[in-house]
Structure formats: structure tokens, C-alpha cells
């Protein structure tokens, strides 16, 4: 499969963007290649960008690209703190490129597509220790991003959560409603969806592993929390679920 390195990641800034590369940083990922790129000639506070370059699969999907292209710009205009894109030399926010490797010695080839995005620094939620307070600040945060986005009349195809135990999910839900209730049919739904999503992510994390080994001790991680998280969610099932003197019972 693929691999890129940092001098390839240079190269790649400095011939479709045209800035001047002074350091290039591998971050970790969990299907694409993304890297923290410092250049020159640029203020002391700014921190630099993001390169991104998607794997082949995803790079097929035009619609969900361009989807989470518009989205990224619209949040932007209302406040939230994401990455701003950035045009290369041709006035475009991303572009298709063809890489070229050996495998099993033979000469392959695969399209990617490719963007550079500001870079904002934090720390990463997987890194975080969660108290009552951040978490609910996690669930006010999560209902304004849908209520902007649903105001917007945007769908999003697909949403990565971190699972990270049943306390968490239930002081995220009461951070949530604070800003908008969830309805009677959103309720319903509750329990399956996160199940069916833990599930899910489980699987792709594992399946990204087998495909690129070098991943595995940052997957693993989520891998660890998605495994707790499901292991509260079948021993406490009627903990979990419980709303309005009423429990779902387990699927």
C-alpha cells in the first residue's frame, strides 16, 4: 500500500501550493496520511497547516468530499473553530493526484485526493481526562453543531464518535438537551444507534490495522474505549437507556 514520507509530504505543499516548506510532521490517522507543515514567511502565531491526503476509497467519493468541503466553509462563517481550507497555485481546495509505488515488485498506482487546511492546535480528545464539566460542555457543543447544521438544511453522511462510557454518554446527552431536547423518535432510536456505531467503528478500526500494521498503537486505543463501551452498554443496559420512568430492553 501506500506510504508517504515527509520529504514527499514537502513536496507536495511547495508544488501545489507554492510555499516554502521549513518542517514537516507525521500525524497520526487512522486511513489517511496527514501531516503538520510549517512554512515560511508567515506570522509568528500562526500555526501552520494540516496536509491531507485521503486513501484511495474515500478519495472516490466526489459527493461526500465536496459535502464535507461545504460544511467546513459554512461552520466557519458562524463561529465554530474548524480548519480553513486553503486554494492552491490554481485556485482550487483540493486536487486528484496519482502516486506511484512498488508492491510485490510491481509498479502500482493509486489516486488520492489532496487539501491543506489551517492547523488548529489543541489537544486531542483522546488524550483528554474528562470531568462533568467538559463533557457537558462536549454535549452543548455537539447541539449547536446540529441545530446550526440543521438550520442549514445540510445532511452529513457519516459521523466518527469517540465511545467513551456510559457516564460520559449520559453527562454529553444532559449537555446536549440543554441546548435542544431530544424527540420522542430521536429516543427511540437512541440505544440501537450507538450500539450499531461502536460496533461498526470497532470493526473499521480493526480492519485499518490489518491493512496498515504501522497504525495500530494509536487505533488500538479507540479500539480499548470502543470495547469498555460496549461492555457498560450490555451490563447496564436498562441504566443506560432509561428516560421518562420507562427502559428499552436490550437488542
Request: net charge negative; charged share 25%; hydrophobic share 35%.
Amino acid at each position: 500500500m501506500l506510504h508517504l514520507s515527509n520529504s514527499q509530504a514537502a513536496e507536495l505543499v511547495e508544488r501545489l501550493y507554492g510555499l516554502d516548506v521549513e518542517s514537516v510532521t507525521d500525524l497520526d490517522s487512522y486511513g489517511d496520511y496527514n501531516f503538520h507543515v510549517k512554512v515560511s514567511g508567515v506570522h509568528e502565531e500562526h500555526h501552520g497547516y494540516v496536509l491531507k491526503v485521503m486513501n484511495a476509497e474515500d478519495s472516490r467519493d466526489e459527493e461526500q468530499i465536496t459535502a464535507q468541503t461545504a460544511m467546513m466553509t459554512f461552520l466557519s462563517t458562524r463561529g465554530f473553530p474548524v480548519q480553513r481550507l486553503q486554494q492552491n497555485r490554481w485556485g482550487k481546495v483540493m486536487s486528484l493526484e496519482t502516486f506511484q509505488w512498488k508492491q510485490h515488485g510491481t509498479q502500482v498506482s493509486s489516486d488520492h485526493n489532496v487539501r491543506l487546511m489551517t492547523y488548529l492546535p489543541g489537544i486531542l480528545g483522546s488524550d483528554v481526562t474528562f470531568d462533568s464539566k467538559s463533557l457537558l460542555a462536549a454535549g452543548v457543543y455537539l447541539a449547536r453543531l446540529h441545530q446550526t447544521l440543521q438550520d442549514r438544511s445540510m445532511q452529513i453522511s457519516e459521523a466518527r464518535t469517540s465511545l467513551c462510557g456510559r457516564r460520559r454518554q449520559t453527562r454529553q446527552r444532559e449537555g446536549f438537551e440543554s441546548v435542544r431536547p431530544l424527540t420522542a423518535a430521536e429516543w427511540d432510536v437512541l440505544y440501537p444507534c450507538v450500539v450499531g456505531v461502536a460496533c461498526q467503528l470497532y470493526v473499521l478500526n480493526q480492519h485499518s490495522i490489518s491493512v496498515d500494521p504501522g497504525r495500530a498503537p494509536y487505533i488500538l486505543k479507540e479500539c480499548g474505549r470502543i470495547q469498555e463501551t460496549l461492555k457498560l452498554l450490555e451490563e447496564k443496559v436498562f441504566e443506560v437507556v432509561a428516560k421518562f420512568d420507562s427502559v428499552w430492553k436490550p437488542c
